[in-house]
T-cell receptor
Framework: DTEVTQTPKHLVMGMTNKKSLKCEQHMGHRAMYWYKQKAKKPPELMFV???????INESVPSRFSPECPNSSLLNLHLHALQPEDSALYLCASSQPLAGRTDTQYFGPGTRLTVL | AQTVTQSQPEMSVQEAETVTLSCTYD???????LFWYKQPPSRQMILVIR??????QNATENRFSVNFQKAAKSFSLKISDSQLGDAAMYFCAYRSGFGNEKLTFGTGTRLTIIP
């Protein structure tokens, strides 16, 4: 069983909607990640939070807004998305250790469809 | 920049047989990690095995083992006694040892298990 949970499993939204994806990890990790995965492609990194601070933003459009309210929660706020943003959104977490970060563990993903 | 190449888009193996998935990578770094993740139709990215570049010994996890050839920059995954539950997309991934938390994925190999 995964210790990284994501809600919702599926989300359908219109281009004018505002929605949020949620991720929670129960492993005490202090680094959390958002990835976007299109069909038949590998995941692409979007954001990294380390100790609740945004450490990497891979030039993601501003219609995606991450938030890390505490060390176990990670949100991705969505607004004015485009149909090409339809994808599987994966959350992952890892434990920073002496300047390194350990293995990333992934949640089950949220399948997003933008109409 | 690091790159990861998986030259086999699809592979198939008879149940109970052994299969090897190929992965090569390109890097100028000496300190890094390599991973194999599997992604079954359920979409969950599951860690299969990881290898630290400074370790000469090949990693093993039950039926899964790697052949890590650092000089050749090769990192193949061997699955012994293949089972139906092994059917999935397999991604090879690279991560720098320090500072850079980004996972660089290969394009994946879809493994089919023939009963």
């Amino acid at each position: 069983d995964t210790e990284v949970t994501q809600t919702p499993k599926h989300l359908v939204m219109g281009m004018t909607n505002k929605k949020s994806l949620k991720c929670e990890q129960h492993m005490g990790h202090r680094a959390m990640y958002w990835y976007k995965q299109k069909a038949k492609k590998p995941p692409e990194l979007m954001f990294v939070y380390s100790y609740e601070k945004l450490s990497i933003n891979e030039s993601v459009p501003s219609r995606f807004s991450p938030e890390c309210p505490n060390s176990s929660l990670l949100n991705l706020h969505l607004h004015a998305l485009q149909p090409e943003d339809s994808a599987l959104y994966l959350c992952a977490s890892s434990q920073p250790l002496a300047g390194r970060t350990d293995t990333q563990y992934f949640g089950p993903g949220t399948r997003l469809t933008v109409l | 920049a690091q790159t990861v190449t998986q030259s086999q888009p699809e592979m198939s193996v008879q149940e109970a047989e052994t299969v090897t998935l190929s992965c090569t990578y390109d890097t100028s770094e000496s300190d890094y990690y390599l991973f194999w993740y599997k992604q079954p139709p359920s979409r969950q990215m599951i860690l299969v095995i990881r290898q630290e570049a400074y370790k000469q010994q090949n990693a093993t996890e039950n039926r899964f083992s790697v052949n890590f050839q650092k000089a050749a920059k090769s990192f193949s995954l061997k699955i012994s006694d293949s089972q139906l539950g092994d059917a999935a997309m397999y991604f090879c991934a690279y991560r720098s040892g320090f500072g850079n938390e980004k996972l660089t994925f290969g394009t994946g190999t879809r493994l089919t298990i023939i009963p």
